[in-house]
């Protein structure tokens, strides 16, 4: 079996004029394990990202759980519940909202976030 594995970047948001912030996570089969670090990134040119490391992002960090962990959820979840599993409704429905939610983050959508991100 192919075992797929190292480091990737997840969870970007807090977009605000070309810069974001993302967070590198430990995967196996690009499925997020364990965060690593979080970046700022300045300048995103042909698929390489320069920046510079920033505390860790709560936001950042449950953004790439939730957008990979959450529609693995909701499929589970249907699944379960297909097959007669009631409790698998809820999950699937928990599972959706939560990828779906992170999405609002993206970009910096306040004036008080976009002053403090300036």
């Not at 990737?8 to 670090?37: C, D, K, M, S």
Request: charged share 15%.
């Amino acid at each position: 079996m192919l075992l797929i594995w190292g480091s990737r970047i997840y969870g970007r948001v807090g977009e605000h004029a070309g810069q974001y912030a993302v967070t590198r996570f430990f995967h196996i089969w690009y499925l997020p394990l364990v965060p690593e670090q979080t970046m700022w990134v300045t300048n995103h040119a042909q698929g390489n990202a320069w920046g510079h490391p920033i505390r860790t992002s709560r936001r950042s960090v449950f953004a790439g759980y939730a957008r990979v962990w959450g529609p693995l959820a909701a499929l589970g979840g249907i699944v379960f519940a297909s097959g007669g599993a009631l409790a698998g409704i809820p999950v699937a429905l928990v599972g959706a909202a939560a990828g779906a939610w992170t999405w609002r983050w993206r970009r910096l959508r306040s004036d008080r976030d976009r002053l403090r991100s300036d």
